[in-house]
Nanobody
Framework: QVQLVESGGGSVEAGGSLRLSCTASEDITTTSCIGWFRQAPGKEREGLATIVTRSNKPYYADSVKGRFTISQDKFKATVYLQMNGLNVEDTAVYYC?????????????????????WGQGTQVTVSR
């Protein structure tokens, strides 16, 4: 099973930017999709963005559309999440995960239940 390692988290002031990386232990096209999720204390895990690895097609949750951008570098086996315009509500642990089947649904977005392989997470803290 592919192993995923997140990096790039940290602390930033409101309005700032961060780029998260998710590096896989093997060719990312062995997965269907790789997605980014976050979980804040006391809240459910939220799907933010996912990318279909073979087609390079991205999907976004409405909450981050226009601020976050997902991309991939197949040669580096890495999926990125560029986050701009960060605000305090973006503070959370961010995870990447891979899916082997359908990973995005028009009516429910990016459900975590569709992803079966998870990284360890990276903390993002946004201060005022």
């Amino acid at each position: 099973q592919v192993q995923l390692v997140e990096s790039g988290g940290g602390s930033v002031e409101a309005g700032g930017s961060l780029r998260l990386s998710c590096t896989a232990s093997e060719d990312i096209t062995t997965t269907s999709c790789i997605g980014w999720f976050r979980q804040a204390p006391g809240k459910e895990r939220e799907g933010l963005a996912t990318i279909v690895t073979r087609s390079n097609k991205p999907y976004y949750a409405d909450s981050v559309k226009g601020r976050f951008t997902i991309s991939q570098d197949k040669f580096k086996a890495t999926v990125y999440l560029q986050m701009n315009g960060l605000n305090v509500e973006d503070t959370a642990v961010y995870y990447c995960a891979s899916a082997r089947g359908i990973c995005y649904y028009a009516d429910i977005g990016i459900p975590s239940s569709a992803y079966d392989n998870w990284g360890q997470g990276t903390q993002v803290t946004v201060s005022r």
